[in-house]
Every structure is written in structure tokens, then in C-alpha cells.
């Protein structure tokens, strides 16, 4: 089954204690991007990458790290969590990068959402 | 600053009515756009997509209309039924842009 698995689902933690949301799709996507859902704010991006070992930033990477060292995974690092990371993070992948849809659909294929809390 | 924007947080329509959700774009440049539904717990799921080569793009029930000199594209749901009880979401990109930029979403409720 074509599925973007995150794990973990929820996550309870405290300031300054460095953690991992994972993330793994397994379409031979090339495009994979993090976002944060907020009250209000919709979907913000985080960070995206464009294939393996190239990533960028996005509307709101401070306080994140991410890594593509292969094409499946797209880990997502708080070195130091706070308060204001607390909110629902979701993964996405897609065959090729938004902004091609005249030649493809090129809709983004999402995981099943973590929520992290840090008090 | 939003570049998309729903400004309506939620809907009510009875099952059966058609169902309009709006949304706004402040950027010019965006030539391609989608919404997503989201169900609780779940993680969003492609609905209906448009370019802007296009002024409707219809699939089923779902209608997406595009209205570019005014910025604005619309998703109409006829008929509307309990299961299309979502938060719904806009997304807009553009060539090169290499991203989807959302609106807020809006939580559409479908009365029995």
C-alpha cells in the first residue's frame, strides 16, 4: 500500500529535550516536505526537499532540522523543543515538486499527522 | 502575511444542498491550485485540483472554479452528504516555486 508513515503519532515531552518525528514514504517520491498545523494558520511548511541530500528551507524552519540521506526518509529534528513547537506536524512526499501542474497532478500525499506537546 | 486565504472557519449545509467553499489568493504568480480534505486524526487527502489555464475543473460531485482576475477560486459540493463533513483546504503553487502555500481551512458540517 502506497502510504507516508510518521512516527511516533503523539509525542509529550519537555523543553529542551531533543527528539525525532521520523518520516518514510514508499512511492520512490522525490519531493518530501514537513508542515506544521496551527489554529488559524492552516499549513505551514517547514522544510522541503527536492531529492536525496537537498533540502531547503521553508516559511518556518527555526528551531527545525531536517536531513535526506535517503530518497525514503525525511526525519524531522527539535534540538532543543519549546513551547511554541507544540502543535500537529504532518509529512508530505509527491513525484514531482509543487509547481508543475500543468504536467503533472502533482498533489502532495501526506502522513497521518504528529501531534507533539512540549512543556 | 497569507498569500491564501479562507476566510470563513466553518459551514453548515444540510445533506443534500450544495456546499460552497471559498477561498482567496493575494499572489498573482500562483497558476496552480488544489484542495484537500482532512477528516480528525487523519492526515489531508487530494481532492480536486485546477490550473489556471482552466476556469472549472469537475470530478463527480466536486466543482473547483477559478476566478483569476478577481484572485479567487471556489469548491462546490453538490450534492452534499454527512461523509463530506472535512476541514477543507486550499493550496496554491506556481512554476519553480517548489511548494504549496495553504489557507487556514474551512470545517464544513453536513447535517443529516
Known amino acids: 500500500e502506497a502510504q507516508v508513515t510518521q512516527n511516533p503519532r503523539y509525542l509529550i515531552t519537555v523543553t529542551g529535550k531533543k527528539l525525532t518525528v521520523t518520516c518514510s514514504q514508499n512511492m520512490n517520491h522525490e519531493y518530501m516536505s514537513w508542515y506544521r498545523q496551527d489554529p488559524g494558520l492552516g499549513l505551514r511548511q517547514i522544510y522541503y526537499?527536492?531529492?536525496?541530500?537537498?533540502?531547503d528551507k521553508g516559511d518556518v524552519p527555526e528551531g527545525y532540522k531536517v536531513s535526506r540521506k535517503e530518497k525514503r526518509n525525511f526525519p524531522l529534528i527539535l534540538e532543543s523543543p519549546s513551547p511554541n513547537q507544540t502543535s500537529l506536524y504532518f509529512c508530505?512526499?509527491?513525484?514531482?515538486?509543487?509547481?508543475?501542474?500543468?504536467?503533472?497532478?502533482?498533489?502532495?500525499?501526506f502522513g497521518e499527522g504528529s501531534r507533539l506537546t512540549v512543556l | 502575511d497569507q498569500q491564501v486565504k479562507q476566510n470563513s472557519p466553518s459551514l453548515s449545509v444540510q445533506e443534500g444542498r450544495i456546499s460552497i467553499l471559498n477561498c482567496d489568493y493575494t499572489?498573482?504568480?500562483?497558476?496552480?491550485f488544489l484542495w484537500y480534505k482532512k477528516y480528525p486524526a487523519e492526515g489531508p487527502t487530494f481532492l480536486i485540483s485546477?490550473?489556471?489555464?482552466?476556469d472549472k475543473n469537475e470530478d463527480g460531485r466536486f466543482t473547483v472554479f477559478l476566478n483569476k482576475s478577481a484572485k479567487h477560486l471556489s469548491l462546490h459540493i453538490v450534492p452534499s452528504q454527512p461523509g463530506d463533513s472535512a476541514v477543507y483546504f486550499c493550496?496554491?503553487?506556481?512554476?519553480?516555486?517548489?511548494?504549496?502555500?495553504f489557507g487556514s481551512g474551512t470545517k464544513l458540517n453536513v447535517k443529516p
Open positions: 499572489n498573482s504568480m500562483f497558476d496552480y
Open positions: 485546477i490550473s489556471s489555464i482552466k
Open positions: 526537499s527536492m531529492n536525496v541530500e537537498v533540502t
Open positions: 508530505a512526499s509527491s513525484i514531482f515538486p509543487p509547481g508543475t501542474g500543468l504536467t503533472s497532478t502533482g498533489e502532495l500525499f
Open positions: 493550496a496554491a503553487s506556481a512554476n519553480n516555486f517548489n511548494k504549496f502555500y
